[in-house]
């Protein structure tokens, strides 16, 4: 994390303590909604996507930073029960299977979580 021009601050690792970090990664403009991302810790592994599910394009949460299904081993979507991997954002289950989520840069340093923002 050489330059940190680069880098959005999203959160805190205390923040990751209800599930993920939700942000947005692009601004609501002329009444369009803003592109959204989030941020996890799987087995001790910081990852984040964008919080769109390729099958439709919408956001995959069924509550504010709720993201994983009831077992907590997958990431879920809340409309059609897809199930992705955490470790990769590749879809195991569901009608998006062999598509995978958008990943993103991210960082955890003692002062927070970082990501880099698609260009």
Same mark, same amino acid.
């Given at each position: &994390?050489?330059?940190? /021009? ?5 959160? /805190? ?13 692009? @601004? ?6 803003? !592109? /959204?991302?989030? @941020?996890? $810790?799987?087995?001790?592994? &910081? $990852? ?14 069924? &509550?504010?930073? /709720?993201? &994983? ?27 998006? !299977? ?10 955890? $340093? ?10």
């Amino acid at each position: &994390m050489t330059d940190q /021009r680069h880098w959005t601050h999203i959160g /805190r690792a205390e923040d990751l303590n209800t599930g993920a970090i939700e942000f947005a990664l692009t @601004a609501d403009t002329a009444g369009t909604a803003p !592109q /959204r991302g989030f @941020a996890l $810790r799987h087995d001790g592994e &910081m $990852r984040a996507y964008v919080n769109q599910c390729p099958h439709l394009g919408i956001e995959l949460n069924w &509550m504010p930073g /709720r993201f &994983m299904d009831s077992d907590g081993c997958f990431i879920q979507c809340a409309t059609h029960g897809a199930l992705f991997l955490p470790k990769s954002g590749e879809c195991i289950a569901g009608p998006c !299977q062999g598509d995978a989520l958008t990943p993103l840069e991210v960082v955890e $340093r003692p002062d927070g979580i970082y990501i880099r923002p698609p260009e």
